[in-house]
């Protein structure tokens, strides 16, 4: 079974400022997908940025990049030029790579504060 | 991209009785999904709906307390069933497009509340 942790309930930004968020994940595959998930007051979840795990270059989406470390299983989300709206529940999503099962299997969350 | 429309949004139930909640796609998907999402709490996957034939299952879920419909490609429904304040939850529609794409849509979730 995968498992995803997120170690940070919480964290705090300053407006402008570079914030990190950590993920660690536990699996037996060589190949899967991985994936940073935004969900605001809203609910809507957005997909933020996503990393195949056969890529060795770690992915970057703007302001959003990714610290990938397969042998670590670590998978951190740097987001840069810290924004309001960028506050919101951040949570690091696992999936395998074949045809029986697409589901994504969740960490923990982590709420991010942004502060003017 | 995917659009998906989840109904209803939000409702106020009694406990004992049943809500029957509806996610629509603007076109057709190989996978969908519902997840459960319990207050303050990570999602969590109920089952995969399956197009013509029963849902699979996740552990701890069982089909007579959340039974699932897929008549076809861009339709499910989830009911849950007989319920209590424990099924108070964000309740989410999730759909991959096929079996090659990476990406999960979803839906804007149905927030229940069981009094």
């Known amino acids: 079974a995968q498992i995803v942790t997120q170690s940070q309930p919480e964290m705090s930004v300053q407006e402008a400022e570079t914030v990190t968020l950590s993920c660690t994940y536990d699996t037996s595959e060589s190949d899967y997908y991985l994936f940073w998930y935004k969900q605001p007051p809203s609910r809507q979840m957005i997909l933020v940025i996503r990393q195949e795990a056969y890529k060795q270059q770690n992915a970057t989406e703007n302001r959003f990049s990714v610290n990938f470390q397969k042998a670590a299983k670590s998978f951190s989300l740097k987001i840069s030029d810290s924004q309001l709206g960028d506050a919101a529940m951040y949570f690091c999503a696992y999936r395998r790579v074949n045809n029986a099962g697409n589901m994504l299997t969740f960490g923990g969350g982590t709420r991010l504060m942004v502060k003017p | 991209s995917a659009v998906i429309s989840q109904k209803p949004s939000r409702d106020i139930c009694q406990r004992g009785t049943s809500l029957t909640i509806q996610c629509q796609v603007d076109s057709q998907v190989t996978m969908m999904f519902w997840y459960r999402q319990q207050p303050g709490q990570s999602l969590t996957l109920i089952a995969t709906a399956n197009q013509g034939s029963e849902a699979t299952y996740e552990s701890g879920f069982v089909i007579d307390k959340f039974p699932i419909s897929r008549p076809n490609l861009t339709f499910s429904t989830l009911t849950v069933s007989n319920m209590s304040p424990e099924d108070s939850s964000i309740y989410l529609c999730?759909?991959?497009?096929?079996?090659?794409?990476?990406?999960?849509?979803f839906g804007q979730g149905t927030r229940l509340t069981v009094v």
């Open positions: 999730s759909v991959v497009r096929g079996f090659m794409n990476t990406e999960a849509f």
